[in-house]
């Protein structure tokens, strides 16, 4: 399919034998796969501890594997536990310009009761993030300044394909667009966008495929902090693409 179709308006509707655009599958996101029952075997790994599932050291040991999380109507998990949420907004981001979204971060607890391990779990409110301006998106922190910055501004671009927000500056933080290589590669990679810190390095590449959620598959791994923000920015521009389209 070209990336063209991929960026079909968000109100038309994909002819009967093709699959939902991109921006389609925001609104209303395909049902997660099945996820595989456990052994009943007696080697099988319990649950996470607190600090393995919600590292909040400065940073996340190199040798653990790179994050990948799948924005599934409100909820983002990760592809392995789709019922297990590590972030959660308070609606979908497809509500219109005018709308205020909060992002939440959830945070599990492993409490051993009478000899039994219990996952547990809280929320933290991390941000709220809103449209200024028709190019801009304020992101406020809400978590204090252990867990989230004070006030964050996000800018769209406007390149070959129009202000899409396909691409978009986090002042002070990051550049996002497509690279050269995605551009070139066309149809396959051509709309998959690009994150990167302000040193030039990509820490992030956001898979976007008609039909499927939109997808954030992590480069580098970043402190706990660091890590909330590009989500939360992430969520952002998907929230202004649906808006502008």
Same mark, same amino acid.
């Given at each position: 399919m070209a990336s063209k179709q991929g960026l079909a308006s968000h109100s038309a509707e994909p002819p009967s034998?093709?699959? =939902?655009s991109y921006l389609d599958a925001v609104?209303?996101? %395909? $049902?997660?796969?099945?996820?595989? *029952?456990?052994? /009943?075997?007696?080697?099988?790994?319990?649950?996470?501890s607190y600090d393995t599932a919600n590292p909040e050291t400065p940073a996340l040991a190199a040798s653990e594997r790179l994050l990948t999380l799948i924005l599934n109507g409100a909820l983002i998990h990760t592809p392995e536990? =789709?019922?297990?949420?590590?972030?959660?907004?308070?609606? %979908? $981001?497809?509500?219109?310009?005018? *709308?205020?979204? /909060?992002?939440?971060?959830?945070?599990y607890r492993l409490s051993s009761t009478a000899g039994e391990g219990r996952?547990?779990?809280?929320?933290?409110h991390l941000y709220d993030f809103y449209s200024v301006l028709r190019s801009d998106v304020q992101v406020i922190g809400k978590a204090g300044p252990?867990?989230?910055?004070?006030?964050?501004?996000?800018?769209?671009?406007?390149?070959?394909?129009?202000?899409?927000?396909?691409?978009?500056?986090?002042?002070g933080h990051y550049e996002v667009g497509r690279s050269r290589k995605a551009r070139f590669l066309g149809r396959e990679r051509g709309n998959d966008i690009e994150w990167k810190d302000t040193e030039g390095n990509v820490v992030?590449?956001?898979v976007r495929t008609?039909?499927?959620?939109?997808?954030?598959?992590?480069?580098?791994?970043?402190?706990a902090k660091e890590l909330d923000l590009v989500v939360t920015c992430w969520a952002a521009r998907v929230f202004r693409e649906?808006?502008?389209d």
């Open positions: 034998d093709a699959p =939902p609104a209303q996101p %395909p $049902p997660p796969p099945p996820v595989a *029952a456990p052994s /009943s075997s007696s080697s099988q790994p319990g649950p996470p536990q =789709p019922t297990r949420p590590l972030y959660h907004l308070n609606r %979908p $981001p497809v509500n219109g310009l005018r *709308a205020e979204y /909060s992002i939440f971060k959830d945070v996952i547990r779990g809280k929320e933290r252990a867990w989230s910055y004070r006030t964050v501004e996000m800018t769209g671009s406007t390149g070959a394909l129009g202000s899409r927000w396909m691409s978009c500056v986090v002042k992030a590449v956001e008609p039909g499927h959620c939109p997808r954030l598959e992590m480069r580098r791994h970043l402190e649906c808006c502008n």
